[in-house]
Antibody
Framework: QVQLVESGGGVGQAGRSLRLSCAAS????????IHWVRQAPGKWLEWVTV????????YYADSVRGRFTISRDNSKNTVYLQLNSLRAGDTAVYFC???????????????WGQGTLVTVSS | DIQMTQSPSSVSASVGDRVTITCQAS??????LAWYQQKPGTAPQLLIY???TLQAGVPSRFSGSGSGTDFTLTISSLQPEDFATYYC?????????FGQGTKLEIK
């Protein structure tokens, strides 16, 4: 059974940084893209970023491009999201999710973590 | 970027009712559409992918249809556990945008 567990959330000051982790069990991540999706309190889902199975391809939402960086360590079965230059608008629950199909960044999200809350304070 | 527009934003219905939710893409996405269900305080769950394929383990009362720009999610006979928020998402191009959600409430 696939399980994704996010960690690293908390309170971060505006302008500072946080690093989120997404650790997988029950699946070897090195065949799958991993996405991050966030949800501000009481709001809808916002797709944030994706990294390909081998880390060679990454895409970002305009709202985070240049501030957030996604990376992965397949030897640790873990994906990371570095959040720099935090803004109030980054306050959200951040979910990592596994791509359904192997060896492609495109596609649907078939397993999700429980989410980690990031709160940006001024 | 592709914009996804869901309607209605909320709907009230009773157990046993048939409910349809629509999702419109701002440009052609073929069948690159998924539907997710989210209950309060939990992560979304994939219900339907490729516009009409039921994810394993999802009850057959859920169905999806459409292609191109117009899509629908239908729940044929509402059960108590179906009251939740539903999102569509396009996976045709990046960013993989979501609709704004449809909250399904008990009448």
């Amino acid at each position: 059974q696939v399980q994704l567990v996010e960690s690293g959330g908390g309170v971060g000051q505006a302008g500072r940084s946080l690093r989120l982790s997404c650790a997988a069990s029950g699946v070897t991540l090195n065949k799958y893209a991993i996405h991050w999706v966030r949800q501000a309190p009481g709001k809808w889902l916002e797709w944030v970023t994706v990294i390909s199975h081998d880390g060679g391809t990454k895409y970002y939402a305009d709202s985070v491009r240049g501030r957030f960086t996604i990376s992965r360590d397949n030897s640790k079965n873990t994906v990371y999201l570095q959040l720099n230059s935090l803004r109030a608008g980054d306050t959200a629950v951040y979910f990592c999710a596994k791509g359904q199909a192997d060896y492609t960044t495109f596609g649907f999200l078939d397993s999700w973590g429980q989410g980690t809350l990031v709160t940006v304070s001024s | 970027d592709i914009q996804m527009t869901q309607s209605p934003s909320s709907v009230s219905a009773s157990v046993g009712d048939r409910v349809t939710i629509t999702c419109q893409a701002s440009q052609e996405i073929g069948s690159w559409l998924a539907w997710y269900q989210q209950k309060p305080g939990t992560a979304p769950q994939l219900l339907i992918y490729a516009a009409s394929t039921l994810q394993a383990g999802v009850p057959s009362r859920f169905s999806g249809s459409g292609s191109g720009t117009d899509f629908t999610l239908t729940i044929s006979s509402l059960q108590p556990e179906d009251f939740a928020t539903y999102y569509c998402q396009q996976a045709n191009s990046f960013p993989h945008s979501f609709g704004q959600g449809t909250k399904l409430e008990i009448k």
